[in-house]
C-alpha cells in the first residue's frame, strides 16, 4: 500500500544515529537484549558492519577490555542495563563512550549518571532515540506484552494499571516522535459503561498528551516542519469490539493465525503439513513476513480467490522468467548464463509460492474438516443482527443449539459461538447459559471464560424481567447493504473500528463516544477540515474554503491507532482498507496481536488466582552479571626459563634414530617453556595458528550475533 513503512523509519533512525558517531575511526556496537531484538527486527548486521563497526556485543555478556577503540552504546533504559553500564566505565572497559538510550530513561536512572563522576569523563554523546516499539508490518506496530491484558483487566492488578499505562503511554509517544507527528488525541469513551476498566481510554489518553507535550517543550524541533497535516491518534480497548476476537475471519491472513499451527515470537514460522512437505516443500519452519512479497499481496484477499489469484500470479511469475521454461536443456552458453544469474531471485519467488499454496490448502482442508461456512453463516447473522437476505433472522436460537450438538463442530468453536449468541442477547437467563453448556457438553471451566467477560463491559446475566435495551457492542453498527459477491454471505461483519476511521476520516464520528483530550483546541480541527491543516505551522494555515477533498499528490494525513488489550488481524485489515479508500496513513499499534485462542485463554484467565499469571511485574528483577563486577585479574608474567642440566651419557640413551620427536623437541625441554615473543613470526607456526583459529571465531562470532530465528 501507499504511504511510509514504520519499518522503514524505524531502521532509518537506527543507522543514522550510528552513523552520526562516525569519526572516522572504528568502534564496537554495545548492544542488551531487549535492544538486540529491537534492531534485530528492522536492520541487518551486515547493515550495522559497514558503518566502521568492527564488532557487536551484548553488555551482559563476557567481553575484552578494549581501551584503544570508542563504543556506541544503544541500551535499553532498564535498572540492571544501568548496573551494567556503570560497571563498564568504572573498568573504562572502552576508550571514549557513545550513550543512546532506546527510550526515555526514569528520572532517577538519570539522576544516577548525572552524578558519575567517570560518566562526566568517558561519556562524549548521549541521546534517546524513541524507537521502543517493534514493527510488525509496514503500518502495524506491537509492543510485544501480552501481559498487557491481564494488567489492564484482571481485578487483582489494580495497583499495576497506574505504572503500566506509563509505560504504554511512552511507547505511544515513541511511535509519534518517531513519524513527527504532534496529534490531536481523540479516545473511546463508552456510554452507559457497566465495567470497571470503562475509563482505562481516558486516563491513558491523558497520559499520552502529557508526555507528548513534555516532549515538545523540552525538544523545540519536535515536531518536525511539514506539509503534511496535522495526525490523530485515537485510543481504543478490546471493550470496543467484543465480537471481532471470536468471528472465523476469511480473509488470508487471519485465517491462517486462527486454523494453522503457526509459531510465532519474535517472528512468525510456518512448516507445511506433511503431505504439503511429500510434494517437494521444504519440511522446515519457513518465515513469514514483510520480506515476503507473495504475503504482503494476499494476505488480506479473501480465501474464495486467493487460489485463482495466486496460480494467476505464478504463471504470470514464470512468464517474467522465461529463461527457466526449459531449464532442463539448455542449449547455448548465454542461456545457461542467463538461468544462473535469475536462479537465486527464481528460486526465491518459486519457494514462497509453494509455502503459501500449500498454506493456503492446509487452511481450505481445515475449513471443510470443521463445517466452518455452516457455523461462519449463523456468526454473521449474531454479529449483524441480519441474516443472509439482510433482513431480520428468525430462528437463531435452534440454529444454534443443532450446531453445538453436531459433533463434527469442535469444542473451541461450540465456546466461541455460544458467547456471540450471548452478546447477541446482551445477556442470558443462568439457566439458559446452563443449557447452552450441556448441549456443547463443554468443561465447567469454559463457563469461567463466559462470566469473565463482564470484565470487558458484557452484560452476561439478565434477569426474567429485564426491560433494559440491547447493547450495541459492535459501535456504530449501520445498515449492511447488501452486495454481489459471492462470499459475502460468510464475510458481511466489518469490525467496530473500520466504522470509527470511515466516521472520523468523514468529520462525522460523534464526540461524545470520542471525545478529544484537548476539546476547546482540537474540536475544530478535528472535524471535516482537520486534513487541511498543517502541524507545521496552524496558524499560518491558508483558507480552504474552496477544496472539497485532498489531492492524492499531497503528503496523506496520518491516522495512528492504539488498541489497549490487543488487537485483531480484522482490524489491522480494515486499517490498511481505510488508508487505501479514503486517502490516508492508518497505523495500528497494540500490545500484541490476537487469535481467537489465545483471547479465550486471556480472557478465562481474568479468574485464576494473579500467582499463576507470571506477570513480569511478579517474576524477580534482572540483575547486572556478576562477572562484569569482578576485579579484572592481571595478566599472569611469563615464566622464567628453566634449564635442566643432563649428563650426555643420558641424553644419549633418550635419543631414537629416525623417531620424529627429536626434531620437533629439544631435549632439555626448554622450547615448551620458553616465552614466544609477543609479535615474532619466528615464535614457530603453533601460535600464529592458534592466533588465525582465535580470529576466525571471534570473525564468526561477528557475523552470526543476531543468530537465527527463535
Given at each position: 500500500m501507499a504511504g511510509t513503512s514504520v519499518i522503514s523509519i524505524q531502521q532509518n533512525i537506527i543507522l543514522e544515529t550510528i552513523r552520526g558517531t562516525d569519526l572516522g575511526e572504528w568502534k564496537v556496537l554495545i548492544l542488551d537484549g531487549e535492544s538486540r531484538k529491537l534492531i534485530h527486527g528492522v536492520v541487518g548486521e551486515d547493515d550495522i558492519l559497514a558503518l566502521n563497526v568492527s564488532n557487536i556485543e551484548q553488555i551482559e555478556e563476557r567481553r575484552p577490555t578494549n581501551k584503544e577503540m570508542d563504543a556506541v552504546y544503544l541500551?535499553?533504559?532498564?535498572?540492571?542495563?544501568?548496573?551494567?553500564?556503570?560497571a563498564d566505565l568504572e573498568r573504562r572497559r572502552y576508550r571514549r563512550t557513545f550513550l543512546v538510550w532506546t527510550s526515555l530513561l526514569h528520572p532517577d536512572l538519570q539522576a544516577r549518571l548525572d552524578r558519575s563522576a567517570m560518566a562526566k569523563q568517558q561519556i562524549v554523546y548521549a541521546s534517546v532515540l524513541n524507537?521502543?516499539?517493534?514493527?510488525?508490518?509496514?503500518?502495524?506496530?506491537?509492543?510485544?506484552?501480552?501481559?498487557?491484558?491481564?494488567?489492564?483487566?484482571?481485578?487483582?492488578?489494580?495497583?499495576?494499571?497506574?505504572?503500566?499505562?506509563?509505560?504504554?503511554?511512552?511507547?505511544?509517544?515513541?511511535?509519534?516522535?518517531?513519524?513527527?507527528?504532534?496529534?490531536?488525541?481523540?479516545?473511546?469513551?463508552?456510554?452507559?459503561?457497566?465495567?470497571?476498566?470503562?475509563?482505562?481510554?481516558?486516563?491513558?489518553?491523558?497520559?499520552?498528551?502529557?508526555?507528548?507535550?513534555?516532549?515538545?517543550?523540552?525538544?523545540?524541533?519536535?515536531?518536525?516542519?511539514?506539509?503534511?497535516?496535522?495526525?490523530?491518534?485515537?485510543?481504543?480497548?478490546?471493550?470496543?469490539?467484543?465480537?471481532?476476537?471470536?468471528?472465523?475471519?476469511?480473509?488470508?491472513?487471519?485465517?491462517?493465525?486462527d486454523l494453522l499451527p503457526l509459531t510465532e515470537g519474535d517472528k512468525i514460522y510456518y512448516k507445511p503439513s506433511a503431505s504439503q512437505a511429500g510434494k517437494g516443500q521444504k519440511d522446515k519452519d519457513q518465515e513469514i513476513g514483510e520480506k515476503d512479497s507473495v504475503w504482503v499481496k494476499f494476505r488480506h484477499l479473501h480465501m474464495k480467490d486467493l487460489l485463482d489469484e495466486m496460480v494467476k500470479d505464478f504463471n504470470a511469475f514464470k512468464a517474467q522468467n522465461p529463461q527457466f521454461a526449459d531449464s532442463e536443456n539448455p542449449t547455448t552458453i548465454n542461456s545457461i548464463k542467463d538461468m544462473l544469474a535469475g536462479l537465486p531471485k527464481f528460486q526465491q519467488g518459486k519457494e514462497a509460492y509453494s509455502l503459501h499454496l500449500s498454506m493456503t490448502q492446509d487452511a481450505m482442508n481445515v475449513f471443510q474438516e470443521r463445517r466452518l461456512?455452516?457455523?461462519?453463516?449463523?456468526?454473521?447473522?449474531?454479529?449483524?443482527?441480519?441474516?443472509?437476505?439482510?433482513?431480520?433472522?428468525?430462528?437463531?436460537?435452534?440454529?444454534?443449539?443443532?450446531?453445538?450438538?453436531?459433533?463434527?463442530?469442535?469444542?473451541?468453536?461450540?465456546?466461541?459461538?455460544?458467547?456471540?449468541?450471548?452478546?447477541?442477547?446482551?445477556?442470558?437467563?443462568?439457566?439458559?447459559?446452563?443449557?447452552?453448556?450441556?448441549?456443547?457438553?463443554l468443561p465447567a471451566q469454559d463457563s469461567e471464560v463466559?462470566?469473565?467477560?463482564?470484565?470487558?463491559?458484557?452484560?452476561?446475566?439478565?434477569?426474567?424481567?429485564?426491560?433494559?435495551?440491547?447493547?450495541?457492542?459492535?459501535?456504530?453498527?449501520?445498515?449492511?447493504?447488501?452486495?454481489?459477491?459471492?462470499?459475502?454471505?460468510?464475510?458481511?461483519?466489518?469490525?467496530?473500528?473500520?466504522?470509527?476511521?470511515?466516521?472520523?476520516?468523514?468529520?462525522?464520528?460523534?464526540?461524545?463516544?470520542?471525545?478529544?483530550?484537548?476539546?476547546h483546541l482540537d474540536a475544530t480541527e478535528g472535524l471535516i477540515g482537520q486534513e487541511h491543516v498543517s502541524q507545521a505551522s496552524l496558524r499560518s494555515a491558508k483558507p480552504t474554503w474552496a477544496r472539497t477533498r485532498p489531492s492524492t499528490t499531497e503528503p496523506r494525513q496520518r491516522v495512528m491507532v492504539f488498541m489497549a488489550g490487543g488487537a485483531t488481524y480484522s482490524e489491522s485489515r480494515a486499517c490498511y482498507e481505510v488508508s487505501q479508500s479514503l486517502n490516508k496513513d492508518v497505523y495500528l499499534s497494540t500490545s500484541h496481536m490476537l487469535n481467537p485462542s489465545l483471547y479465550l485463554r486471556q480472557v478465562g484467565d481474568l479468574s485464576v488466582d494473579r500467582r499463576r499469571l507470571d506477570l513480569p511485574a511478579d517474576r524477580p528483577q534482572p540483575r547486572a552479571p556478576d562477572h562484569l563486577f569482578e576485579k579484572e585479574m592481571p595478566a599472569p608474567p611469563p615464566p622464567a626459563p628453566s634449564y635442566k642440566t643432563q649428563a650426555p651419557v643420558e641424553g644419549m640413551q633418550q635419543m631414537r634414530i629416525n623417531d620424529d620427536r627429536t626434531h620437533r623437541k629439544p631435549i632439555n625441554g626448554t622450547h615448551q617453556h620458553q616465552p614466544s615473543p609477543p609479535q615474532s613470526a619466528s615464535s614457530a607456526g603453533g601460535r600464529l595458528v592458534k592466533d588465525k583459529d582465535r580470529e576466525g571465531e571471534k570473525k564468526k562470532k561477528k557475523h552470526n550475533f543476531f543468530g537465527s530465528k527463535k
Open positions: 541500551l535499553s533504559p532498564l535498572p540492571h542495563i544501568m548496573d551494567c553500564l556503570m524507537v521502543d516499539y517493534y514493527p510488525r508490518e509496514s503500518h502495524l506496530i506491537t509492543f510485544r506484552d501480552p501481559w498487557s491484558f491481564p494488567t489492564l483487566f484482571h481485578p487483582a492488578c489494580n495497583h499495576l494499571v497506574r505504572r503500566h499505562m506509563e509505560e504504554l503511554a511512552q511507547k505511544i509517544v515513541s511511535l509519534c516522535v518517531s513519524l513527527g507527528e504532534y496529534p490531536t488525541i481523540r479516545y473511546h469513551n463508552p456510554q452507559k459503561p457497566s465495567h470497571e476498566a470503562s475509563i482505562l481510554c481516558s486516563h491513558l489518553a491523558r497520559f499520552v498528551q502529557t508526555q507528548l507535550d513534555q516532549h515538545a517543550k523540552y525538544n523545540t524541533d519536535f515536531p518536525p516542519l511539514s506539509s503534511r497535516p496535522r495526525g490523530v491518534l485515537i485510543i481504543a480497548d478490546r471493550s470496543l469490539d467484543l465480537f471481532a476476537p471470536l468471528l472465523h475471519e476469511f480473509t488470508y491472513q487471519a485465517m491462517v493465525h461456512a455452516d457455523i461462519a453463516s449463523v456468526e454473521q447473522s449474531l454479529a449483524t443482527g441480519l441474516d443472509e437476505d439482510y433482513k431480520k433472522p428468525k430462528n437463531l436460537a435452534d440454529q444454534v443449539i443443532r450446531l453445538l450438538d453436531d459433533d463434527a463442530i469442535e469444542f473451541p468453536d461450540r465456546l466461541r459461538l455460544i458467547i456471540q449468541y450471548l452478546l447477541y442477547r446482551d445477556g442470558l437467563l443462568p439457566t439458559d447459559i446452563q443449557k447452552l453448556l450441556a448441549h456443547a457438553r463466559i462470566y469473565n467477560l463482564e470484565l470487558l463491559g458484557a452484560h452476561v446475566n439478565r434477569a426474567l424481567k429485564d426491560s433494559r435495551p440491547a447493547a450495541d457492542y459492535h459501535f456504530g453498527k449501520k445498515e449492511v447493504q447488501p452486495q454481489a459477491s459471492d462470499e459475502s454471505g460468510l464475510s458481511r461483519f466489518e469490525p467496530a473500528l473500520k466504522v470509527v476511521l470511515e466516521d472520523h476520516c468523514r468529520g462525522t464520528l460523534d464526540e461524545n463516544i470520542f471525545p478529544f483530550t484537548k476539546p
